[in-house]
């Protein structure tokens, strides 16, 4: 089992940066992929973005991609999404997911993860 757990959520003004961290304890493997997905109220569950902590090639959703980045620290399990220029869209709550040997035409798809963390919540508001 695999357990995450994410922080750095909050509300933060239109414009400005959130810093979001997921850390894997437990089984985790040396080729797993993390990923962050996003749900608003009321709406499906999105891609975000993901890491493949075995080479560190990233995937985005073309939509975020520029003011989002996401990146890992292999040795301490985590991935981070760094997230800027913040807009009220990006209200959801952020939800870690992991899961070992993801291909790269699966990183989108929520169900193709073993684990995902309870959700840390973004809002962007003035």
């Known amino acids: 089992q695999v357990q995450l757990v994410e922080s750095g959520g909050g509300l933060v003004q239109p414009g400005a940066s959130l810093r979001l961290s997921c850390t894997a304890s437990?089984?985790?493997?040396?080729?797993?992929?993390m990923a962050w997905f996003r749900q608003a109220p009321g709406k499906e569950r999105t891609f975000v973005a993901a890491i493949r902590f075995r080479d560190n090639n990233a995937f985005y959703a073309n939509s975020l991609k520029g003011r989002f980045t996401i990146s890992r620290d292999r040795a301490n399990s985590t991935a981070y999404l760094q997230m800027n220029s913040l807009e009220p869209e990006d209200t959801a709550v952020y939800y870690c997911?992991?899961?070992?040997?993801?291909?790269?035409?699966?990183?989108?798809?929520?169900?193709?993860?073993?684990?995902w963390g309870q959700g840390t919540q973004v809002t962007v508001s003035s």
């Open positions: 437990g089984r985790t493997s040396t080729s797993h992929t």
């Open positions: 997911e992991s899961g070992p040997h993801i291909i790269a035409s699966q990183t989108g798809v929520p169900q193709a993860y073993d684990y």
